[in-house]
């Protein structure tokens, strides 16, 4: 029974292996700048964490050969080689994986975090809130109005609390439910929850932000290709998460310039 348990563990391993081997499940194409960085740094992570699996499973499976249905009389006082060697080689294997995907994505990490977007990236305001996404623009004018937390009201389509009766740069602002960005364009995404933890998520751009109630985060990134995208909540955030999502359409800057002067008619 123990063999037959150890070669049944061989044969799972090397079968869960084979689909990431033969990239059965491939990630959509890439369509940001820094995109290839995170592809990379998914292969690296895959392969040494891939490795490391076989190697644990063909280690015990091993063991489980060796020691399995051996008959000794009396319990053993002591682990073959020692707890401590077991413990300290451990502890050299997780912590060496650990420091080396740390440093495997320090370049794919950096780019999107770690680095400022330039002066002339254009600004939106993503705003989560159960179950939908809001997007703010800054009008002509460049700025956006303050939000005035006490004055948002779905009920009358006030979703970032804007008061532009007293507040001039209000006025001109542009607030949607869909997301257009001009392409080969940076764009700075300025984000916050209005309720519980939400997250931005377009598989496309290879783009993944969780929203942190209380907190203002900050994102940026680059689209080099036109068309349309799902923007997607990942963190369960209540009974309705299932249809949270919205869609990202990346334009030539003439169609978005256009798509801009109808929304703002349409404010």
């Not at 001039?168 to 940076?186: F, L, Y």
Request: net charge negative; proline share 6%; hydrophobic share 45%.
């Amino acid at each position: 029974m123990g063999k037959f348990l150890a070669v049944t563990i061989i044969v799972i391993a090397i079968a869960s292996a084979i689909p990431v081997v033969m990239h059965t499940w491939e990630p959509p194409a890439d369509i940001s700048t820094h995109g290839h960085l995170i592809d990379s740094q998914r292969d690296d992570t895959m392969i040494e964490a891939g490795v490391s699996f076989l190697a644990a499973q063909i280690l015990l499976a091993i063991f489980i050969w060796q020691f399995a249905g051996s008959k000794r009389e009396g319990k053993r006082k002591t682990f073959p080689g020692g707890a401590k060697g077991l413990v300290g080689a451990a502890l050299v294997l997780v912590g060496a994986e650990v420091l080396a995907l740390g440093a495997f994505g320090t370049k794919a990490w950096a780019t999107v975090y770690f680095t400022p977007p330039k002066a002339d990236a254009m600004p939106i305001q993503v705003q989560a809130g159960q179950f939908a996404f809001y997007f703010r623009y800054p009008g002509p004018d460049g700025k956006f109005g303050p939000i005035h937390p006490e004055m948002i009201n779905e009920g009358t389509q006030n979703l970032f609390g804007l008061d532009p009766e007293h507040d001039v740069e209000s006025r001109d602002d542009i607030v949607t439910a869909e997301m257009a960005i001009p392409v080969n364009k940076e764009i700075h995404l300025l984000m916050h929850a209005k309720d519980v933890s939400h997250s931005f998520y377009v598989p496309a751009l290879r783009v993944h932000q969780d929203f942190v109630p209380g907190l203002d985060l900050s994102l940026h990134f680059t689209a080099t290709q036109v068309g349309k995208y799902e923007i997607v909540c990942s963190q369960l955030c209540g009974l309705g998460h299932y249809n949270m999502r919205a869609y990202l359409e990346v334009m030539s800057q003439a169609d978005f310039d256009d798509w801009q002067k109808k929304q703002a008619a349409a404010q």
